[in-house]
């Protein structure tokens, strides 16, 4: 469990797909309307209140995003809210859209795409992987997949969205860049350009 808090109020856990299995839930489970999964948040929670050295208050409302990982695990990020929980105004939990796979015949046309990528999306969760000579970027925790999906389909030469063929990818592809893939690369090939004088 990688624990971390930015601010005060701010608490964000990486959770691997082996710390998913022994709190026996997955992405696709959780719903905060289910007391199992509000059992596990308020578990993982203590772990990392505990971990930071500070006690978490649970009767303030929280705003908790659930992002997918790639590999069977979940990132959850907790915001404690100024307010107490109340009927009217209890914590809520956002899942953000699922994962995305892309796949690129060539380092050329993974390039082309970065290049052209909104800067607003350069921000996103994204692990790359290699496997001889083909990439794979892997996406999670953004807003809108429909839109995503829809300016990749330029670059690449396959997407899905299946949890199946992210995990494969995990396993049996060469690891490259983690979490901000999109961010490195575009940091890489900006530092090549200003080096060898290119516009």
Request: charged share 30%; aromatic share 8%.
């Amino acid at each position: 469990m990688k624990i971390d808090s930015p601010t005060e109020d701010r608490i964000i856990v990486e959770l691997s797909k082996k710390e998913m299995k022994e709190l026996d839930i997955t992405y696709e489970q959780m719903d905060y309307s289910a007391l199992e999964t509000r059992k596990v948040i308020r578990s993982v929670l203590d772990a990392a209140g505990k971990a930071l050295g500070r006690d978490v208050d649970f009767s303030r409302r929280m705003m908790i995003e659930a992002i997918p990982e790639a590999d069977g695990g979940c990132i959850l990020s907790f915001t404690l809210l100024g307010r107490r929980i109340s009927y009217s105004s209890p914590s809520v939990l956002k899942k953000q859209s699922g994962l995305m796979l892309c796949s690129f015949p060539s380092a050329q046309e993974l390039m082309d795409c970065m290049k052209a990528l909104p800067e607003t999306d350069i921000s996103l969760r994204s692990i790359l992987y290699e496997l001889e000579g083909s990439y794979r970027l892997i996406l999670s925790g953004a807003e809108d997949m429909t839109c995503l999906r829809r300016y990749f389909r330029e670059f690449c030469d396959e997407i899905s969205l299946e949890k199946g063929e992210c995990e494969f990818t995990c396993e049996h592809w060469n690891f490259i860049s983690d979490s901000f893939a999109l961010k490195r690369l575009i940091s890489a090939d900006n530092s090549f350009r200003q080096d060898n004088g290119a516009d």
